[in-house]
């Protein structure tokens, strides 16, 4: 027997597949790092910036410095950057004003809870933290015409700053390519508008708006654009192993920066696709698989290696529930994915509703491979109303799918669904 633990929640789940049928286990090849901490390796990054100045140079003479940062669903590290980034910023100009913007999105608000778990009490207590909101039109100002036509409105911290910088992570993003620098701006701290436009049926049917690409695709375009209207001088990006430490640190330009953190991600990421009935998988843990609406994630790493009519098994705590109201509604209220994506599909970009590009992918998944979630009772209810299965545990859930398919079923195991490009056709 195979034995594997995958990420659930702060803990981790355990099952065993039978070793013949064991198709194959898809991990990121981490590299060993360096003997540097992971706080030297950020210093050394900031010391050593990507196609610009030092962050203490370009701060210098500046009146009102605006960091972005990443919200309650992302595992950014802050507790390490942040202080180092406020040493940078203020190196050359201790009396600079300094105002942390958490880049929500469409996200709900971050509260002060999870604020001082990611930054700690003492920059939460110490530091003008505001949290964006992106559906309060007063908080936002234009800022110019997406290269697809919608309209970019920002907060407005964006305009009042005199240097603009932002800290994240860097991974495979599933229809964005890859998390990291230019996010920060949209749909980090963009307007509900200008989100919705950039998220349209339209851009997430493309073929280049999937996970490490972002040659065409029509999202990244668009957010491109937007960091450079926000005139984002300066990103600090890192990579994450296994366990949410820093394995690796990019500053400087926000675009070369960011690119090069790309580049590093595809190639420690990237794996061939490997065909089976049955693929498990996980979201990474907390603080991805929080929700359903986040789950969608990991469940399009297992969408490139399940075969059409098979199963895909995703481990998640759920803690959040389904994620957001209007994503659940797009499924409760319908009869089918089908459905869901037969009336996603017919929306124009313009008038884009809230949480259609994480049902039109969540369908397009559920087309090809029954989905059964393992989470805790209390979540059934909602996960079959969404049209999917729910089990207890990993076995019950391999019962089902054998059931289905019978005894003999291949199984992929894709550990960590959230950290792995999975390159189809190179198996």
Known sequence: MAVFELPYGNETIRFTIPQQCLRGVLVAAHPTPDADTQQERVQKALEHPIGSQRLCDLAREKRHVLIITSDHTRPV?????MPLLLEEVRRNNPDVRLTILVATGMHRPTTQQELRARFGDGIVDRQEIVVHRAEADEDMVFM??????????LNRLVREADLVISEGFIEPHFFAGFSGGRKSILPGVASRKTVLYNHNAAFIKSPFARQGILQDNPIHRDMLFAARQAN???VLNVLLDADKRI???????????HSAGCEMSARITSVAAVEADVVITSNGGYPLDQNVYQCVKGMTAAEACVRPGGVIVLCAALGDGHGGEAFYRWFAERSSAEQVTRDIESIPAAQTRMDQWEAQILARVMHKAECIFVTGEENRELIET??????PNVDAALCMAKERLGADASVTVIPDGVGVIVREGEA
């Open 144 to 153: 110019g015409t997406l290269p697809s036509g919608g309209e970019l409105w």
């Open 247 to 257: 394995l690796a640190a990019f500053a400087g330009d926000a675009q070369q920066a």
């Open 232 to 234: 984002l001088a300066f």
């Open 77 to 81: 590290p802050s507790r390490i950057t």
């Open 386 to 391: 969404m049209h999917m299965r729910w089990a």
